[in-house]
Every structure is written in structure tokens, then in C-alpha cells.
């Protein structure tokens, strides 16, 4: 059986526990936290969370561990099987990715720790913010899916990643990132009612008190 290490919180962690969810896989959750010592280091080679086990070994890489279950694993097919429809989507994973979570994340301790980040950091990332949402509103179909008329790995990217990009343009910039886009903001409200989507959420807000506990010990 396939056992997923990571915790709850973690965005990643959640593309990839939803993908599995979604193709109606058996696996096992490992609580493990990233880190630099020695234990963790042998299992995932940057110390980061999540890390897929197998049969053959650790896999390490949201985005690699997302293909390789695509590619091993039976259940609903998350990448189309033509091969320029499937660089599309993850071009779009990718571009979600660099442009929206990267940015975003430059910011996460303000947003939702309180902790304030420097200005210059603050309007770099805002106006890398912007250009990626643009981006995302040339390329993504959002028809109703990200990449078309099916699930796909790229609305797990938009939905993990996308919607903390979010939370910082409310809380941070005081925007709504996707104003100008309400196919976008329509498929996000969609994405939450899926039951899996649901399960995710629950399972992550029953882990956050612990989480939070954690970090203020590490302050």
C-alpha cells in the first residue's frame, strides 16, 4: 500500500492526498514534518514534506509524486492522455506554481502569522501576484475546470495554491485577486463543496492547533 508522509496543514501534502482520494486509492498517512536532521534527511533528500512511499522506495516532489501516480496507478485520470493537452495542464500546474504560490508565499508570515514582512518584500510580491493572476486568466479555460471539462492536476495546484494566494491579497494587499475572474472564483466555490475537498479540510483544521503550537514554540 502507498503511504503518503506529511501532515495535514501542508498544502502540498493535500494536492497529493486529494489526487489519491480522487482515484479512489488505498493508501496510509504518516505524520512527518520537515526538518534537517538526520532521520528525515533519509527519507526526503531537502528535509520537505510530502514524500510518497512505495514498494521500490521514497519519492520526494509534489509534482513528481503527482505524475508518478498518474502513471502507476489505476482510477480517474488527473493528466489528459493526449500529449499536447496534458504539456497544457502541467504548464498550467507549473506556471501556478512560480508565479502565484512562490510570490504568495513571501508573505505567509504576515498573512497568517502575524509577523509582519518588509515592504520591499511586500510590493515585489504583490506585483508578482498580479502578473501571475494575469497569466492564469490567459491560459486557464476554466470550463469548467481549470484546463477544460475535467479534473485535472492543475485544479489541485489552483486549489491548494491559488486560494492562499488569495488570502494574502485580502489580508496583506487588501484585493481580491480574482475579481476579474469569476469562472475562476466560481470553480474554487465548486472545488470546496467536493466531499474529498471537504474530508481535506477537516482533517487540516482538526490538525492546526497543533500545528500553530508548534511554530510559536519555534519563535
Known amino acids: 500500500m502507498l503511504k503518503l508522509y506529511g501532515f495535514s496543514v501542508s498544502n ?29 534527511l533519509a527519507i526526503s533528500p531537502r528535509g520537505k514534506v510530502p514524500v510518497l512511499k512505495t514498494e521500490q522506495g521514497f519519492i520526494n516532489e509534489t509534482s513528481v509524486i503527482l505524475e508518478y501516480i498518474e502513471q502507476t496507478q489505476s482510477g480517474k485520470a488527473l493528466l489528459p492522455s493526449d500529449p499536447f493537452e496534458r504539456a497544457q495542464v502541467l504548464a498550467l500546474c ?36 498580479l502578473l501571475g493572476f494575469a497569466s492564469l486568466g490567459r491560459h486557464g479555460k476554466f470550463s469548467p475546470y481549470v484546463a477544460g471539462d475535467s479534473l485535472s492536476l492543475a485544479d489541485l495546484y489552483f486549489l491548494y495554491s491559488v486560494s492562499l494566494a488569495c488570502q494574502v491579497g ?5 484585493i481580491d485577486l480574482l475579481a476579474d475572474m469569476p469562472a475562476a472564483k466560481g470553480l474554487m466555490e465548486r472545488l470546496e463543496q467536493n ?6 479540510a477537516a482533517d487540516r483544521e482538526a490538525e492546526m ?11
Open 195 to 200: 466531499p474529498n475537498v471537504q474530508r481535506i
Open 94 to 129: 507549473r506556471e501556478i506554481e512560480l508565479y502565484i504560490e512562490l510570490p504568495g508565499r513571501a508573505c505567509y508570515t504576515e498573512a497568517f502569522f502575524g509577523i509582519s514582512v518588509p515592504e520591499a518584500i511586500k510590493e515585489k510580491t504583490k506585483a508578482e501576484l
Open 12 to 40: 502540498y501534502y493535500n494536492m497529493v492526498k486529494l489526487a489519491l482520494l480522487e482515484k479512489g486509492l488505498p493508501f496510509e498517512e504518516v505524520p512527518f514534518y520537515g526538518a534537517q536532521t538526520p532521520d528525515v
Open 170 to 174: 485580502r489580508k496583506v494587499f487588501d
Open 209 to 219: 492547533p497543533a500545528f500553530l503550537a508548534m511554530i510559536a514554540a519555534k519563535k
